[in-house]
């Protein structure tokens, strides 16, 4: 049995997992998944990685999931491994928005809004569901989703290092929001690692969990 830490993206919360959590939980494992404070303004990912640390209560050989910006989160968190799924890999001491252009799909989330706070929200939730690539049975879930601060994605990693455990970079070949390509980059030549390919969009622990739960098992 392993336990396995599962970080969710933008605008998400623990629920994100549940479909994955279920099938890891099936498989005997023990499965977290927090809900991050990404609607605070004042919180960044060492924020979001002591939430993460608190619901692992000590424990420091766990298995580490982030998906999408959670990526930013994951090596803040001791581990045995670190999985990126379709995630940002942070660059020491760098900030997300220093990345290129070729880190971002166009088009992507282009109907999300900012509030006062200058949070970033969807008012239209069918569009969010389709930008999120949620399957048709999960659309429903968008009206879930919560309002993203920017300090994650503005701040500079306060890493000086990316830490030396055992990483997994799986890449969505049709991802609408983090380009492939650039997903296979960063696993080859930020982590060292060749990914592994899962042939969905953005959302994969929603549309092939049972595929995503299998991939996460071999690692145990």
Not at 13 to 42: Q, T
Not at 63 to 77: A, C, D, K, N
Not at 83 to 92: N, Q, T
């Amino acid at each position: 049995m392993a336990t396995y830490a599962l970080v969710h993206g933008a605008w998400h919360g623990g629920w994100a997992w549940d479909p994955v959590r279920v099938e890891l939980e099936a498989r005997g494992h023990r499965v977290l998944a927090p809900d991050l404070p990404c609607e605070d303004v004042d919180a960044g990912v060492e924020e979001y990685a002591a939430v993460v640390r608190d619901a692992l209560g000590g424990v420091e050989d766990a298995i580490v999931v982030g998906h999408s910006l959670g990526g930013l989160t994951i090596p803040l968190v001791p581990a045995r491994r670190l999985v990126f799924l379709c995630a940002y890999v942070p660059e020491p001491g760098r900030a997300l928005v220093e990345r290129g252009a070729d880190a971002w799909s166009p088009g992507f989330a282009e109907s999300a809004l900012r509030d006062e706070l200058g949070r970033s929200y969807w008012p239209d939730l069918d569009a969010a569901a389709r930008d999120l690539q949620y399957p048709p049975e999960a659309a429903g879930l968008a009206a879930k989703l919560r309002r993203q601060a920017r300090r994650p994605a503005q701040d500079s990693s306060p890493l000086a290092a990316l830490p030396d455990v055992e990483r997994t970079f799986v890449v969505c070949a049709s991802d609408y929001a983090v380009p492939p390509e650039f997903q296979r980059r960063m696993a080859r030549e930020e982590l060292g690692v060749e990914p592994v390919e899962l042939e969905t969009g953005h959302s994969p622990m929603l549309t092939l969990p049972r595929e995503l739960a299998a991939i996460l098992d071999t690692l145990s």
